[in-house]
């Protein structure tokens, strides 16, 4: 699920960026270190979306370093145990699909795929049932059962469950 | 509730009911006050019998908490003694449901340290990790015999077996840009283009130091021998490696697609197992230079010949003859290594669907191979001089084993039956008798010829020339 929430970083400036850019030097500096990241707590970083709040800088002792407590605006991913969503295929095999959900790889084994899907191998392994088959490139809803508390890197998901399997078909287009 | 957090049992929060009606249920069945009791009883013993001071004090702790816990249990037992027998029964069989449901996941695997089926976090290392497959992936034996199991069903209705392939002289010929000889700069200017691999042989991957000569007729091979068999490629060399080399074999991903084992992928070092492999090892046929990597599963294993193409690859196994580019030379594409094993191949394949009788499931392609393999120096007897080592048990020796494993029948001692004398000097008694009586007269190369290339060579390419002490 997506959130938009106000994190805080203390950022650490060195000198050679002080003067009149040194507003944009920090939140360049910022968007670098942070974007693209991943935390248990907040999960991954999508994008910053604005500055809120720059506080005095504190010259550190000993070297010229200045830190900048910085409160900032950011969209966060995080997948929940629980939560249904839409992921796109990037891999079968005969023990289940590989899905991605932007940041997220989630696998669905074949246990928890419905009996009625039968996996076929060949140059583009699939599995099918009358409603669709489901390869890669195509899209699913599927249900996620298992999450990392501390890394969210890795799910586990499901579609034996009502209203989840394959949306798109890209065969039948 | 104070009660849970002096439950015995771990708790995370459905355990907690679960916990609290075990307890109920112990204290409920031997009734209140004997229980205080047999909690005081127990606590004096434990004092008597203990006789150092820090233990005393721990039991008298220990025996105090659970004089209250109980004292708490009574209190609660009183509180819903009203309600009725019968709707205690049914949370005990609810519990029972519970935990019955919740007792039943296998955890057949992990992916990213979760079981795959339940989702819960798993810190066990029992199983086998398929990084080759996904990085994460991780899967528990039982699970790996049921999709050994089915795959196995799956294959045979598409009239397939499994094909395990290694790389280096085997399929291709590598070597570094430094180890180049200079009469093999020349080979610079050939490489082909990377653009679109499927047409080239010759390949120079800067990037990683290294220039790849592909076997001829390796292309032929791949295509043929993956309409009979489902094929993996497994190599020694590491994960990067692998998968540029499946890259140039196998551009439209359609041979090999992820069955890419390196040696990062292996659970032994140095040795190459077909744990990581999921197929039934009764259908499952080796093709490698090397024997030694395949201790486990030398039944299943067909030697091929080894590729030298560059001259490093000559140097690294101690031949001092010009290498296949310094000669300016290759292997000849429709008699070379590929070819005939590609044969070979057809003839197991053929015989595993095609002429045995049993049924599918008991098929072993191991027996096939013995088969096959009899069949080429069916009807030779074999007599070997000044090949062996004087005390040395000839039956132990890898020639004999290998003739014998071809058909061939071996004998120490020279009779009207023999039909072949094998010898490195042509001046020994066995040699002068097997021209005398007119019986072929080759050199051990003979026998690993056949070997190589699964059909009897012809012995007039096989002389042997005349020792120095004669």
Redesign the interface.
């Given at each position: 699920m997506f959130f938009h929430i106000v994190l805080e970083r203390n950022m650490q400036l060195h000198p050679r960026h002080f003067g009149r850019n040194l507003r944009e030097n920090l939140v360049s500096k910022l968007m670098k270190d942070v974007e693209g990241t991943c935390s248990g707590r907040h999960g991954f970083v999508v994008a910053i979306t604005g500055i809120e709040n720059v506080g005095k800088g504190l010259i550190r002792d000993g070297t010229g370093f200045v830190t900048f407590p910085v409160k900032y605006q950011c969209v966060v991913f995080r997948p929940f145990?629980g939560e249904v969503l839409e992921a796109v295929v990037t891999?079968v095999?005969?023990?289940?699909f590989?899905a991605e959900a932007g940041p997220v790889?989630i696998?669905v084994?074949n246990?928890?795929i419905p009996d009625d899907m039968e996996?076929q191998?060949g140059?583009m392994?699939n599995y099918t049932t009358s409603d669709g088959s489901i390869q890669k490139d195509s899209e699913v809803r599927l249900k996620?059962?298992?999450?990392?508390?501390d890394?969210t890197?890795?799910?586990?998901g499901t579609i034996k469950d009502d209203f989840l399997g394959v949306i798109n078909d890209p065969t039948t287009a | 509730m104070s009660l849970v957090t002096d439950s015995p049992v771990h708790s995370s929060s459905s355990d907690d009911f679960a916990a609290l009606l075990d307890a109920e249920l112990e204290v409920g069945s031997s009734g209140s006050s004997p229980d205080e009791e047999d909690v005081e009883a127990d606590g004096d013993n434990n004092n008597d019998n203990n006789d150092d001071d820090d233990d005393d004090d721990d039991d008298l702790d220990s025996q105090r908490n659970k004089r209250c816990k109980t004292e708490k249990l009574e209190d609660l037992e009183e509180s819903q003694g009203s309600t009725s027998q019968g709707l205690i029964e049914d949370k005990i069989v609810i519990h029972a449901e519970l935990s019955l449901k919740k007792d039943i996941c296998t955890h057949?695997?992990s992916?990213?340290?979760?079981?795959?089926?339940?989702?819960?976090?798993l810190d066990d290392e029992s199983g086998v990790t398929f990084g080759y497959?996904?990085k994460?992936?991780r899967?528990g034996n039982d699970e790996i015999v049921r999709?050994r199991s089915?795959?196995m069903k799956?294959l045979l209705r598409?009239k397939k077996l499994y094909l395990v392939l290694d790389l280096d002289h085997t399929l291709l010929n590598s070597t570094q840009l430094m180890h180049l000889t200079p009469d093999e700069e020349y080979l610079k200017g050939q490489s082909d283009s990377l653009q679109d691999v499927s047409r080239g042989s010759l390949f120079m991957l800067d990037f990683m130091h290294m220039m790849t000569k592909l076997r001829p007729f390796v292309r032929t091979f791949l295509k043929e021998a993956s309409e009979m068999f489902?094929m993996y490629i497994y190599t020694m060399g590491d994960r990067p490696y692998a998968l540029e080399m499946a890259k140039l074999l196998d551009p439209?991903?359609?041979y090999f697609?992820?069955r890419v084992i390196s040696r990062d992928d292996g659970t032994q070092k140095h040795q190459k197992g077909l744990d990581v492999v999921?197929g039934q090892e009764s259908a499952v046929v080796i093709l490698d230079d090397t024997e030694n990597a395949w201790m486990k599963h030398k039944d299943n294993l067909i030697l091929m010949e080894r590729y030298h193409y560059f001259a490093s690859s000559c140097h690294q196994f101690g031949y001092k003859c010009k290498s296949l580019s310094q000669l300016k030379s290759d292997e000849s594409e429709p008699d070379g290594a590929l070819a005939s094993v590609l044969k070979a191949l057809r003839q197991i394949h053929h015989m595993f669907f095609d002429e045995l009788d049993c049924n599918l499931a008991s098929r072993d392609v191991r027996q096939v191979l013995k088969t096959v393999r009899e069949e080429v120096l069916k009807g030779c007897k074999i007599v070997f001089s000044h090949v062996f080592p004087t005390n040395f048990p000839a039956e132990s020796h890898p020639l004999w084993k290998m003739a014998e494993q071809l058909g061939a029948t071996c004998s120490t001692e020279t009779d009207l039956s023999v039909t072949h004398v094998v010898s490195t000097d042509a001046g020994t008694e066995k040699s002068r008798w097997a021209v005398k009586e007119k019986k072929f007269l080759v050199h051990p190369r003979w026998i690993e010829a056949t070997n190589y290339l699964w059909q009897k060579q012809p012995e007039e390419n096989f002389p042997v020339s005349q020792g120095k002490n004669q």
């Open positions: 145990k891999m095999n005969k023990m289940g590989f790889q696998f084994s246990h928890l996996f191998s140059d392994p996620i059962i298992g999450t990392r508390v890394a890197e890795f799910c586990i | 057949p695997g992916f990213g340290q979760m079981c795959i089926l339940c989702g819960q976090r497959i996904h994460g992936l899967l999709l089915t795959d799956n598409h489902e439209r991903r359609e697609s992820d999921l």
